[in-house]
């Protein structure tokens, strides 16, 4: 089945410091990819969209200078915490949907990365 | 506004079957009902997904009734291993973008 590889798994890191978080589908292309934050006992919040070869379109309350997303290629997308801070503590998911079969393809998620700021 | 409903929760014993239903009473013509499960520290995990009527696989099933305003996932004979957050989404796939309700926390007893 459809692969999503997100690295690393977890992360403590001091506040002040960036951190770039990848999300590589292993198996299959995808145009668009998803960045989801998720903090304990919450659902997934939808953070932004990363779209190949264009701007990330990111949701409401979502500072895009602070979460910089880069997808440059059709397996990878990277998003880069800058200046973390203890409250950028969170769990962070990407997912990715096959560009085969798009109309009704699902969703296909990383593991996620644990990202703790000191 | 969410864009589906489910019950914030649900205990089961273990071997039993467990149905969870999801409203989505606002459901596009083109949108399909898929079903993600989530366990702690990992990402969602594709369960299952349809357009009406019934899907089966080899985990589960999902029951879509005529008006497609709701939905229903079927665990058949669940066990501890089954204890997680289950989460149904509405969409249409594509580019469009996919947000989660809160979902369903699944607590298997033994």
């Known amino acids: 089945g459809a692969v999503v590889s997100q690295h690393p798994s977890w992360v403590i890191c001091k506040s002040g410091t960036s951190v770039k978080i990848e999300c590589r589908s292993l198996d299959f292309q995808a145009t668009t990819m998803f960045w989801y934050r998720q903090f304990p006992k919450q659902s997934l919040m939808l953070m932004a969209t990363s779209n190949e070869g264009s701007k990330a379109t990111y949701e409401q309350g979502v500072e895009k200078d602070k979460f910089l997303i880069n997808h440059a290629s059709l397996t990878l997308s990277t998003l880069t915490v800058t200046s973390a801070h203890p409250e950028d503590s969170s769990f962070y998911i990407c997912s990715a949907r096959p560009i085969a079969g798009q109309g009704n393809s699902p969703l296909h998620f990383g593991n996620g990365t644990r990202l703790t700021v000191t | 506004l969410a864009k589906t409903t489910q019950p914030i929760s649900m205990d089961s014993y273990e071997g039993q079957e467990v149905n969870i239903t999801c409203s989505h009473n606002n459901i596009a013509t083109n949108d399909y009902i898929t079903w993600y499960q989530q366990f702690p520290s990992q990402g969602p995990r594709f369960i299952i997904q349809g357009y009406k009527t019934k899907v089966t696989n080899e985990v589960a099933s999902l029951f879509i009734p005529a008006d497609r305003k709701s939905s229903t996932l079927s665990l058949p004979r669940v066990s501890l291993s089954d204890t997680a957050v289950y989460y149904c989404?509405?969409?249409?796939?594509?580019?469009?973008?996919?947000?989660f309700g809160i979902g369903t926390k699944l607590q298997v007893i033994p």
């Open positions: 989404l509405s969409g249409s796939g594509g580019y469009q973008k996919v947000t």
